[in-house]
Each structure stands twice: as C-alpha cells, then as structure tokens.
Nanobody, 129 residues
C-alpha cells in the first residue's frame, strides 16, 4: 500500500506560479507510476500529467500542456507539479495518484481514475484575477 500526501497549494495571482509536491511512502513507492489530477466542486476529476518511473517520460493532457511540468525525485519519493502562468480556471483541488505500471504505456497510456488505487487527500489551489 502506498500513502500519498500533497503539499504546496495556496493562493496565486493570474500569471503566477506554484509548485505542488506529493510525497509517497510505502512499499516500492519509487517504482510506481505517478500522476496529478484536479477537481472543481460539481465537476469530474480531470487528469493533468503523469510520469513513468522507469525513464521519467511524461504525458500531459490539455489543461496542463505548455504550462505545467511534472517531475519526480525518486531519492525523496516525491513528485512535483510546477505550474506556471496560472489562470483563474486553474482554481481547484489538486490530487496526486499512484498505480503500478509494468511499462510506459501502462503508466501514461490512460488517466482512467479507476486504475489509480492510491490517492492523496488533495491540496487547494486558488488563482485570483
């Protein structure tokens, strides 16, 4: 079982930046596929970015493409989401998630929520105009 804890959320102004962190603990946490999602009340949770443990290759979905960067430091069992050029529509609760992945495709091929068994509690990001 892997436990995840996000941090780094807070308030920012439009155009500003924030860096979120997700620290994992538990068995073989450094070998797992990691991803970031976000959710606004009343809307479905949406995937943002994922990163493969093997070679740190990444995949971004539209909300994150070009502005957000996912990275990981396996020596610290931590995954990061650097968010730049923030917009008010980025206001949401941000979650990190983890799953086992035997290969690159199993990791970044899908953001289906049901396939991620481990989730953090989320960290709030609020972007003001």
């Amino acid at each position: 079982q892997v436990q995840l804890m996000e941090s780094g959320g807070g308030s920012a102004q439009t155009g500003g930046s924030l860096r979120l962190s997700c620290t994992a603990s538990g068995s073989k946490s450094s070998s797992r596929c990691m991803a970031w999602f976000r959710q606004v009340p009343g809307k479905e949770r949406e995937g943002l970015a994922s990163i493969y443990a093997g070679d740190h290759r990444t995949r971004y979905l539209d909300p994150a493409e070009g502005r957000f960067t996912i990275s990981r430091d396996d020596t610290k069992n931590t995954v990061y989401l650097q968010m730049n050029n923030l917009r008010p529509e980025d206001t949401a609760t941000y979650f990190c998630a983890s799953k086992k992945a035997n290969n690159l495709f199993e990791c970044i091929g899908t953001f289906a929520i049901i396939l991620f068994p481990s989730w953090g509690r989320g960290t709030q990001v609020t972007v003001s105009a």
